[in-house]
T-cell receptor, first 113, second 110 residues
Framework: ETGVTQSPTHLIKTRGQQVTLRCSSQSGHNTVSWYQQALGQGPQFIFQYYREEENGRGNFPPRFSGLQFPNYSSELNVNALELDDSALYLC????????????FGPGTRLTVT | RKEVEQDPGPFNVPEGATVAFNCTYSNSASQSFFWYRQDCRKEPKLLMSVYSSGNEDGRFTAQLNRASQYISLLIRDSKLSDSATYLCVALDTGRRALTFGSGTRLQVQP
């Protein structure tokens, strides 16, 4: 196992609600990246946090936001949920912000109804 | 056009077969490349990095052709346990973004 944990495992929300997903990075890693994976697709980069600051962002609207804490754990917040937000949300930790060797957590499966 | 494109498969091969996957990328700013493996309903796991000189890890060989913007993965002597989806990945260090292809599904049959 990678040592990256995510909570919750599954979540069901209603359109328009807000959700917070959590991730604990692997020991020794200072960077957390978040990805959205729709069924049958590869993961899509949402954003990356390095030393508590966002230092890279994909093509996601501002209602997707995040935080990184001093212990390098992280949160992904999504406001005004839409049906298309239903997906597997993965976080990945690494040491340094420019590394392709990232270690993924098991993901949170979000269903928006 | 997707930044990283892969044949979705599925590739159905018998045990012991050799199978090759290809991938093309369109972002010339991509600087590093990887293959990740994803089992059904699990998280992606790093399989190997890809270097211009080519690299091998046991039964797996990866190649990068920067001129053609093409990446390959060769699996020799396929095992049942190799059945998974293989994701081709490009890293744009400027954007700090890993860009994943949609994956190629491999099914190794007894």
């Amino acid at each position: 196992e990678t040592g990256v944990t995510q909570s919750p495992t599954h979540l069901i929300k209603t359109r328009g609600q807000q959700v917070t997903l959590r991730c604990s990075s692997q020991s020794g890693h200072n960077t957390v990246s978040w990805y959205q994976q729709a069924l049958g697709q590869g993961p899509q980069f949402i954003f990356q946090y390095y030393r508590e600051e966002e230092n890279g962002r994909g093509n996601f609207p501002p209602r997707f936001s995040g935080l990184q804490f001093p212990n390098y754990s992280s949160e992904l917040n999504v406001n005004a949920l839409e049906l298309d937000d239903s997906a597997l949300y993965l976080c990945a930790s690494s040491f340094g912000g420019r590394r392709g060797e990232q270690y993924f957590g098991p993901g949170t499966r979000l269903t928006v109804t | 056009r997707k930044e990283v494109e892969q044949d979705p498969g599925p590739f159905n091969v018998p045990e012991g077969a050799t199978v090759a996957f290809n991938c093309t990328y369109s972002n010339s700013a991509s600087q590093s490349f990887f293959w990740y493996r994803q089992d059904c309903r699990k998280e992606p796991k790093l399989l190997m990095s890809v270097y211009s000189s080519g690299n091998e890890d046991g039964r797996f060989t990866a190649q990068l052709n920067r001129a053609s913007q093409y990446i390959s993965l060769l699996i020799r002597d396929s095992k049942l346990s190799d059945s998974a989806t293989y994701l081709c990945v490009a890293l744009d260090t400027g954007r700090r973004a890993l860009t994943f292809g949609s994956g190629t599904r491999l099914q190794v049959q007894p």
